[in-house]
């Protein structure tokens, strides 16, 4: 699980039938920087990716994503996904010891 | 299995059910000497790590499944040991 911000959506034309009534979301990963707030540029320089989501995630939210073969656990029906929403983050608190 | 150290926690109320009740900590790998290197990453807790503390976070799907009872749970990264 990473953290990540919603900066986007995504809107299929088409797509595989067993993503029928689901909902994209650009995620920006957080990485130290995010986390800390020294960066305050919602967009982080990783990597953006599209994800999965089914938690009503918003623009701006900080949410929990997996990647991987985990994105599709949560579903009793194959597929082809390798990133969805976790959990929508209330709070979070990351203060990591400053020597490091 | 990550080295890591517990840097922070996350609280979420809407997420996967697996996730209901779960402590989430906010981990960063950290290598032999204490440096950190990788970005941060999700993990939930259950043997109470308290904050900088060293641990092994488990990457193991399955392992976590059993520990929350959800074989639909989309968790991987969960607290495994304390390193003394």
């Known amino acids: 699980m990473k953290p990540g911000r919603i900066i986007g959506t995504v ?7 067993s993503f029928k009534g689901g909902r994209w979301v650009m995620i920006s990963p957080m990485g130290s920087d995010e986390l800390t707030r020294t960066n305050k540029n919602p967009v ?16 701006g939210d900080e949410v929990l994503y997996v990647e991987g073969a985990e994105a599709m656990q949560p579903f009793d029906r194959p597929i ?21 | ?17 697996s996730l209901k009740g779960r402590t989430i900590v906010l981990c960063t ?20 790590a308290g904050m900088h503390s060293r641990v092994f976070i488990t990457t193991d ?24």
């Open chain 1, 11 to 17: 809107t299929l034309a088409a797509g595989d039938p």
């Open chain 1, 44 to 59: 982080s320089e990783a990597f953006s990716l599209v994800a999965f989501d089914n938690l009503g995630a918003g623009l």
């Open chain 1, 80 to 100: 082809p996904l390798d990133a969805i929403t976790v959990a929508l983050l209330d709070t979070f608190k990351y203060t990591p010891p400053s020597k490091s």
């Open chain 2, 1 to 17: 299995m990550i080295l890591a150290r517990i840097d922070g926690h996350a609280v979420t109320s809407i997420g996967h059910p």
């Open chain 2, 29 to 48: 790998p950290i290598d032999e000497t204490g440096a950190s290197e990788g970005s941060p990453f999700a993990a939930i807790d259950t043997l109470g």
């Open chain 2, 61 to 84: 799907g399955s392992w976590t499944q059993d520990t929350v009872h959800d074989n639909h749970s989309p968790i991987r990264n969960q607290v495994m040991g304390l390193v003394d």
